[in-house]
């Protein structure tokens, strides 16, 4: 589904959350100062400058820091912290939900992509997943029931097709056959010059991993 995860991820809801504004400027120099720094000296770091700042970003940036540090232990502490703290981020659960993936534990990724689901039910590309998900693990009535709820708002959602044709004949006409990846992969190259880097979705592909947030903007649900 979209590269099967998640990809052209996430016209999502604007979750704005309250940041006090004195505190940007020294936010914005600490998500700067990170950059030459490994992966893990750079979690550290956005720690220590969360502990004088509490500035939402930094504290999703350790997370994500120690996601590319394969810090998985350390990442889910945070993750957890942070859902605690800020419970409308949705970062932090699309971070966890990128570790269950990870991990193989099919249980907590789905359970994760549910919380989601129900904080941004409205959201396509989210509940996609979850209905891939679920049809991956056997749990069919499950993702036909969101599959048909995808389709009232994207009437022609190749996902949904595709869950829905494995148990009804009738829409096997609407499931469009995949080109071959090498198609793909061309069809691809032949974009990225039309494609600037800097515009990739706020909230990053779960198969691909989350994304470091280095931005100055204050709209910290998105």
């Known amino acids: 589904m979209k590269r099967q995860f998640l990809a052209n ?9 309250a940041v006090s504004c004195t505190t940007t400027d020294t936010a914005t ?23 004088k700042n509490e500035d939402i970003r930094l504290l999703y940036n350790a ?34 939900a990128y570790v269950y993936k990870v991990q193989e534990d099919t249980s907590n990724y ?4 549910t919380i989601i689901h129900e904080i941004v039910p409205g959201d396509i590309e989210y509940a996609e997943l979850l209905a891939d998900a679920l049809n991956n693990d ?21 996902t949904a097709f595709k869950i829905l044709s494995q148990k009804y004949e009738f829409y096997k006409m609407y499931v469009k056959e995949e080109k071959p ?24 592909e779960i198969e691909e991993s989350p994304t470091e947030v280095d931005d100055s903007s204050n709209n910290e649900g998105q």
């Not at 990846?181 to 990053?204: C, F, G, H, L, R």
């Open 9 to 17: 991820i996430f016209a999502i809801f604007a979750i704005l959350l």
């Open 29 to 51: 120099s600490s998500l700067v100062g990170a950059a030459d720094l490994n992966k893990e000296e750079a979690a550290l770091f956005y720690m220590d400058e969360y502990e």
């Open 63 to 96: 997370a994500y820091s120690f996601i590319e540090a394969e810090d998985y232990v350390k990442a889910m502490e945070i993750l957890n912290d942070g859902i605690t703290k800020y419970p409308e981020y949705l970062r932090f659960y699309s971070a966890k």
């Open 110 to 113: 789905i359970d994760t992509l």
């Open 138 to 158: 056997g749990k069919q009535d499950d993702a036909i029931e969101i599959a048909k709820d995808i389709l009232r708002r994207d009437s022609k959602n190749q």
């Open 181 to 204: 990846k090498a198609e793909v992969d061309n069809s691809e190259e032949s974009e990225k010059d039309e494609t600037k880097i800097d515009e990739t979705p706020i909230e990053q």
